[in-house]
């Protein structure tokens, strides 16, 4: 008895430049990607982190030198500048923070995850982080 052999599928290699642009990525996969990018981006700016934190907590002077580097700038850094990396830490750490919860409840709840739960939890999570960080910048950058 002689068993013909399955056709296997055929994979190509994809093109980089060509491919990837029209590729239509879910709103789970940027939550995803976005998720590594924003834990990357505050392990690459913890010394900033540190550095405020520290300023910001030692004495009153050290206080008044965290306030001044945010309204006049640090070295050759302007104010605005600083302003721009602290709301991208807001950023990091909001997106992280809600894409982490996202992803314990889905640990959680195993029966539940569905790829609709996964569409509409990942576009949660975009526009949670995304809102509460204009919220927050606006207050950075003094609008209210």
Do not use: C
Not at 6 to 22: T, V
Not at 27 to 44: E, F, K, P, T
């Amino acid at each position: 008895m002689t068993q013909i052999a399955k056709k296997r599928p055929e994979f190509r290699n994809i093109n980089a430049l060509s491919d990837l642009p029209s590729y239509r990525l879910p709103a789970a996969g940027w939550v995803s990607i976005l998720h590594r990018v924003s834990g990357l981006l505050m392990l690459l700016l913890l010394p900033f982190i540190l550095w405020m934190f520290d300023t910001s907590v030692s004495s009153e002077i050290s206080f008044e030198r965290f306030k001044a580097a945010f309204h006049g700038g640090l070295g050759f850094f302007p104010g605005w500048f600083i302003k721009l990396v602290a709301l991208a830490l807001i950023w990091a750490y909001l997106h992280h923070f809600t894409a982490g919860l996202r992803h314990l409840w889905m640990d959680i709840s195993h029966d539940a995850v569905s790829k609709e739960f996964g569409k509409t939890s990942a576009m949660a999570t975009l526009v949670i982080s995304i809102a509460l960080t204009l919220v927050l910048g606006a207050k950075l950058f003094g609008m209210y």
